[in-house]
């Protein structure tokens, strides 16, 4: 159609050829009547016979012109020429956001700007009812003012269309190169939804799928989804996940992979289900991007406002922060009235489980920094890793576990960088107080996790002393080496299995070779060594070796909590020292009041001796406030419970923390001990198998299959001998403890045999002789002057 330029169509004049592609042919034209530039797009007149192809053009023409929007482009009328029907639209100078990538990535900043408008656009027409169905780069223009403009509503549909039937479905395209054939496919095969290749009904979540994969391609320069033919691409669409935008490009803000990946979910009802949210989620993102300038011209205002008190009164700090362009919703008043605070895991946005122990260890480390902030309550690192792996509902979490504020963040392990995002997000209404991005070298983790928690702090309470200050940042080392195996370290102690816990040991040994000054791989090593009874270990070995870790972290640093918690339950457990145990946990109290832990243990301690056990339920309830969502804690006011013999209150709380944790298997432990209790034995042997399932420990199963197999031929005599068999099997080949073997032949009426293997208990300093007092097991033996005579050895006060 090149005879027409200079011709007026209309009141068109026409003066050149633009370009031209499968849908029509583009002129750029003046308005004669208006005296304006104007793009005229025709449809080539091959096409304009076909009913299908005028039907699409002219659905651009009604589906643009009923969107008035800044970032649409405009369509002022359509008409005819000789049988070919032409759209007279906005005439835009500039080049398709494809020219603008060709295989680079934007700048975060020019992506945020553009990707803010373009779903500015989408929330517009999905308003409208109107679905795009081929949002890709080459359809959103960028003009030279920087201003993004949705075009092409070819294949846009309203909401009350019919659905699109399976003929219409998209057919193979061969090449690499993404086309849109007209009649052919609906869409272009690379910006394709799941829902659109399968040929299923659509709606607006099609559009924010393909706006995912444009964000993609903004990000790192290159698609989403690729592959040398159609059917590679569909099968990419259909079945895989995108290599991390972070990887690919490492200036991509951790949170727009995030929104990325979101945008990008498979599942049209986990994916964004509103242009509005994902528009939201952008303009956050931006606003976080720009506080690093921000917040220094807010620090800037804020030293000018200390000479000038007046102007603060006078409401005169809102207009400087306004006139800063302030990105944040710092909240100062808000962020001073914070009283309790939760570190959610961080996300390791990576995905490679290897790297684990960084986004955790960051999490762990932030909580016991801001811990030492006052009048503040951190909740516990048991009562947050629930969440872990899960998404963030911030005012559920909230209030599950009674916090005004949460603290989450990501974590990106690349190479020899590492990559941290962190937000400070109110409760009550999801808005975020403070947010910020950083990237430093690995080499500097430390500083970095001192940086982010000073930054915290100074958001929660602004005036900190020096002192105050230095305890938040305060780091036990300076070299990112041992701090590195200290983190490896604590992650395996954390997951709490037999060979966990010794590779934990291994990495807090290497923590302290690489830096023999550091306190907290020495604290970390008490803890591996003190649980490790519990999973085999030989308590005679591990205990001393836990209260020398614990002995020299204090050494090295007086104003470590834990360690006299460890110590205090050492003391106890094992040296049966129990005077000493009592200054150590009080000296763990003293020092941090919040330790869930100490509580915890100080609670069983003076439980199982017996004669205090109002005040040993009182710090389990303690413990249960502090936390109250992790399981362990409820089933120790159970525990206290069953030794003061109160098995009815036993009974009632481990059965509500049964069915709130039904995986939780502790709980059943004690369930059965309340039954036995009360005498109630098939309920105890159906806990013991039931306990034994959720463990899935081989000789808990073994225990429970024969006091089942026993009971059912001999009655509950029959359970018990069993039992007993299958323990001193078990004692051959591994580690069963010779308390419980001993209370065994008590209750089979084997007063010799129940002491042989209590003495054992005594020379394997068995735990389960802090109870000699308490435990109803025992009762059979009361009357017998040797079990008194060895409550006086083990030194167990009086009642």
Not at 49 to 71: I, M, T, W, Y
Not at 173 to 192: C, D, F, H, I, R
Not at 297 to 307: N, Y
Request: with cysteine.
């Amino acid at each position: 159609m090149s005879d027409i330029v200079g011709k007026t169509i209309s009141h068109y004049r026409v003066l050149e050829k633009l370009g031209s592609g499968g849908m029509g042919v583009v002129y750029k034209a003046e308005d004669t009547k208006l005296v304006r530039f104007v793009a005229l797009k025709f449809l080539p007149k091959e096409l304009a016979k076909d009913h299908k192809v005028l039907q699409r053009f002219q659905r651009e023409a009604r589906g643009a012109s009923a969107l008035n929007h800044p970032n649409i482009c405009t369509i002022h009328e359509i008409d005819e020429h000789e049988g070919q029907p032409f759209i007279a639209m906005e005439l835009l100078e500039g080049r398709t956001l494809r020219h603008c990538i060709e295989g680079k990535p934007l700048r975060t900043e020019q992506l945020l700007e553009l990707a803010i408008q373009i779903a500015d656009a989408l929330e517009a027409a999905h308003s409208k009812g109107i679905v795009h169905r081929d949002i890709k780069p080459a359809n959103i223009f960028i003009t030279q003012r920087g201003q993004a403009k949705l075009l092409d509503f070819g294949l846009a549909k309203q909401a009350s269309d019919e659905a699109e039937t399976a003929s219409e479905a998209p057919t193979a395209v061969t090449g690499e190169v993404p086309l849109t054939k007209p009649g052919e496919a609906l869409g272009t095969v690379a910006y394709m939804s799941p829902e659109q290749i399968r040929g299923e009904k659509l709606d607006a979540r099609t559009d924010l799928f393909s706006f995912g994969m444009v964000l993609y391609e903004m990000a790192t320069g290159r698609p989403a989804f690729s592959g040398s033919t159609s059917g590679a691409i569909f099968d990419s669409i259909l079945n895989r996940e995108p290599a991390s935008p972070v990887r690919v490009n490492p200036e991509v803000p951790l949170e727009m992979e995030r929104i990325i990946y979101k945008a990008l979910e498979k599942d049209c009802d986990v994916r964004y289900q509103h242009a509005t949210d994902l528009l939201a989620d952008l303009k956050r993102l931006k606003r976080q991007t720009d506080s690093g300038r921000i917040v220094a011209t807010q620090s800037f205002a804020e030293k000018k406002l200390k000479v000038r008190k007046h102007w603060v009164a006078s409401g005169f700090l809102a207009v400087i922060v306004l006139a800063a362009g302030a990105a944040l919703s710092l909240r100062p008043s808000r962020a001073s009235d914070i009283d309790s605070l939760a570190v959610t895991p961080f996300t390791n946005a990576a995905g490679d489980a290897q790297t684990d122990y960084l986004s955790d260890g960051m999490t762990e480390s932030l909580i016991d920094s801001l811990a030492h902030l006052p009048q503040l309550k951190v909740k516990s690192r048991q009562s947050v890793f629930r969440y872990k792996g899960k998404d963030i509902d911030v005012q559920k979490i909230g209030r599950d576990l009674g916090v005004s504020v949460l603290v989450t963040g990501r974590v990106v392990p690349r190479g020899d960088r590492i990559d941290v995002s962190a937000e400070l997000i109110n409760v009550s209404d999801s808005t975020v107080i403070w947010g910020q991005h950083y990237s430093r070298r690995s080499v500097d983790i430390i500083s970095l996790q001192q940086e982010i928690a000073g930054d915290l702090a100074a958001k929660i309470r602004s005036k900190l002393s020096p002192s105050e200050k230095q305890r938040i940042i305060k780091q036990s080392t300076q070299n990112p080496e041992a701090f590195e195996l200290y983190l490896k370290g604590r992650y395996y102690w954390n997951r709490r299995t037999a060979s966990d816990i010794k590779t934990s040991i291994s990495y807090l040994n290497q923590a302290i070779a690489t830096d023999p000054g550091y306190a907290l791989a020495y604290s970390g090593l008490a803890d591996a060594y003190a649980v490790l009874p519990r999973y085999g270990g030989n308590p005679t070995e591990t205990y001393p070796m836990s209260t020398a870790a614990a002995r020299r972290a204090l050494e090295l640093d007086g104003s470590l909590a834990h360690p006299h918690a460890v110590l205090g339950s050492n003391k106890m457990e094992y040296d049966w020292d129990f005077v000493g145990g009592e200054v150590e946990f009080k000296k763990a109290f003293e020092l941090d009041p919040n330790d869930v832990a100490a509580h915890r243990w100080y609670a069983q301690n003076i439980g199982w001796i017996g004669g205090r056990e109002g005040e040993a339920l009182s710090e389990a309830n303690r413990a249960f406030e502090l936390d109250h969502l992790t399981p362990i804690n409820a089933v120790t006011v159970g525990t206290i419970h069953n030794t003061a013999r109160r098995y009815d209150d036993a009974i009632s709380a481990c059965k509500k923390l049964a069915n709130e944790n039904p995986t939780f298997a502790r709980a059943r432990l004690c369930l059965a001990h309340a039954y036995w209790g009360k005498g109630m034995y098939p309920k105890v042997i159906n806990e013991f198998t039931v306990y034994s399932q959720l463990s899935g420990d081989r000789n808990s199963s073994d225990f429970a299959s024969a006091m089942g197999q026993g009971y059912r031929s001999a009655g509950w005599r029959g359970a018990l001998s069993k039992a007993l068999e299958i323990r001193l099997a078990q004692r051959k080949t591994s580690y069963s403890s010779p308390y419980e073997i001993a209370t065994l032949y008590a209750n089979l009426g084997d007063k010799e045999g129940a002491f042989k293997w209590l003495d054992t208990a005594y020379q394997e300093r068995d735990l389960g002789l802090l109870s000699l007092k308490t435990d109803f097991l025992l009762d059979p033996l009361r009357s017998d002057s040797r079990l008194a005579e060895l409550v006086r050895k083990v030194g167990l006060p009086r009642l």
